[in-house]
Every structure is written in structure tokens, then in C-alpha cells.
């Protein structure tokens, strides 16, 4: 597949260190003919998706439709089986030589992959680290900044997600909540330009749900990042994001604006899980 070559255009974004952004017209993430099997199981079914820039999107679905398959494809924690993503118009898992792609080197496949952060239903935090100490812990080993330049930046994440008062707390000592922040705090301090969220408020009681999905409305609504967010909070989902994806077998059924998605679906497999969602409700 042919790749179109285009000059990146460098615009710091004070709020979350970005360095660079896409032209308007490119996508920020694109997947072309993504396809993902576990043996003889199709996950992802020659998947094409665009996300603009700054893009909110929910994806919704049954268990076993590919959503959380489809985050962890664009993290490259697992490989993809046919198919090409681009970040930023650059390719993930490929690279070009001689005009032609071929697979790319761990480092190419490194240095695109910074640009993505990603929270997941676990907090998968370090038991014997503090909040802080998590937060800052990847860009010292990862971004080589200095311990200075790290605390502070992680102190600043913390305060963001509401948890200045809990830098020196360990994981035992922060409820679920409070934990899953910090994994926010934490993708966020790796300076990504796209973040994902996978089903991150599903081990919370309803409570600490509130907690964290405040957290993503404040990142959405004051700084400039792409978000795919794979969730079961219809509500949500309605409130928050630019465009519902819906999910099935592997292939995106329905997509639409959130208003129309939920208020008129057009699928027959949409509005029969729609309806047993309501119904559960």
C-alpha cells in the first residue's frame, strides 16, 4: 500500500507537551484493511477506521467484537495480522525502504508508539511505588528526563486528575478510583498525542465510575487529544464523544454522531443491542 509522503508542521501544545500535529485534513490514526486472527478466530475483520485530530471516539459493542482487540493492535500489544495503521500519516508497524513498506524496526515501531498513550481496565500500578514515583517512572527510563523535570511533571499530572494530596500514597492506600487516576496521570506524563481508554471505569462501583469519568471530560474538554475510549457507559458515551463506533464480529456495523446513533439508529444488530442495553438498565 502506497503512502502519501508529507512534511509534519511542529506546534508544541503547552497543556500536555505534544510536539507536533497533524495537518486538518490528515488523520490523526488511520487503519486500512486492519485484520486480526487468533488461529482459525477472526477478531478484527479488514477493519478501515479514520480518527481526526482531536476526535472523541466511543466504541461500543458485545463481548468478543473486537473493541479492546482494536486498542491493543494501535498499542502493538499484539500484532497485527494483515492490514496498516498510520499515526500521524506515519505507518506503525511498517516503515518505508527503497519506496517500497516493509516491517518496521522495534525502534521505528517505538518512536511512533510515543505518541499513544493507553489506560486499561486493570490500574496495573507498582505495589511499591508511590502514586508519584508511578507517574514519573517511564519518563525517566523511557523519555530520559531528568528526576527535577520529572517530579515536576508529575505532580502536575496528579494535581490535574485531582490528586495533588496523594503523591507519596502507595496503590494499598488509594481507593479504586483514586488508583485508576493515577494510570491516567501516567499515560499522560509520556506526552501522548492520542490516548485510549479500555473499559477503565468497569472494575468501579458507581461512585468512583463518576470519579474517573470526570477525570476524561476535563481532559477532553481542555486539551488537545485524540481519544478512543472503549466503554459500556451508553450515557457517557452519549455526553462525551464526537462519534459512536458500534461493534460487531469484528467489523464497525453503525457509526455516527452520538445524537443520531443513539436517537435513530439505522442497523438492525444497533437497535437490537441498544434495546437490550435499555432493557438491563
Not at 468478543?64 to 497485527?80: A, E, H, I, Q
Not at 498510520?86 to 511498517?94: F, N, W
Not at 516493509?102 to 518512536?111: C, F, G, M
Not at 511512533?112 to 500500578?125: A, D, T
Request: a neutral charge; proline letters at 6%.
Amino acid at each position: 500500500m502506497e503512502l502519501q509522503e508529507k512534511q509534519m508542521k511542529r506546534d508544541p501544545d503547552p497543556a500536555l507537551g505534544a510536539d507536533a500535529v497533524a495537518p486538518n485534513n490528515q488523520p490523526m490514526v488511520r487503519f486500512a484493511g486492519v485484520t486480526k486472527r487468533y488461529g482459525s478466530l477472526t477478531v478484527l475483520d479488514a477493519l478501515d477506521l479514520e480518527v481526526a485530530r482531536n476526535e472523541k471516539v466511543a466504541i461500543i459493542g458485545p463481548s468478543g467484537s473486537g473493541k479492546s482487540t482494536l486498542l491493543r493492535v494501535l498499542m502493538t500489544l499484539d500484532p497485527l495480522s494483515d492490514g496498516l495503521i498510520e499515526v500521524e500519516g506515519e505507518p506503525l508497524t511498517h516503515m518505508r525502504r527503497n519506496g517500497v513498506l516493509v516491517p518496521a524496526s522495534d525502534r521505528h515501531v517505538r518512536e511512533v508508539r510515543r505518541k499513544i498513550g493507553m489506560v486499561f481496565q486493570s490500574f496495573n500500578l507498582f505495589p511499591h511505588m508511590t502514586a508519584l514515583q508511578n507517574t514519573i517512572e517511564a519518563p525517566l527510563r523511557v523519555l530520559g528526563m531528568s528526576k527535577r523535570d520529572a517530579n515536576e511533571r508529575g505532580r502536575e499530572l496528579l494535581s490535574m486528575v485531582g490528586l495533588d494530596d496523594k503523591c507519596n500514597h502507595y496503590p494499598s492506600q488509594l481507593s479504586g478510583g483514586q488508583q485508576q487516576r493515577v494510570a491516567i496521570a501516567r499515560a499522560l506524563a509520556m506526552r501522548p498525542k492520542v490516548m485510549l481508554f479500555d473499559e477503565v471505569t468497569s472494575a468501579l462501583d458507581p461512585e468512583l465510575c463518576g470519579e474517573v469519568l470526570n477525570v476524561i471530560r476535563k481532559l477532553g474538554h481542555e486539551h488537545d487529544l485524540t481519544m478512543l475510549m472503549v466503554t459500556h457507559q451508553m450515557g457517557f458515551a452519549k455526553e462525551f464523544a464526537d462519534r459512536v463506533c458500534f461493534f460487531s464480529q469484528g467489523k464497525i456495523i453503525e457509526q455516527a454522531p452520538p445524537q443520531q446513533f443513539f436517537g435513530a439508529p439505522q442497523h438492525e444488530r444497533t437497535q437490537q443491542f441498544l434495546r437490550a442495553v435499555r432493557e438491563a438498565t
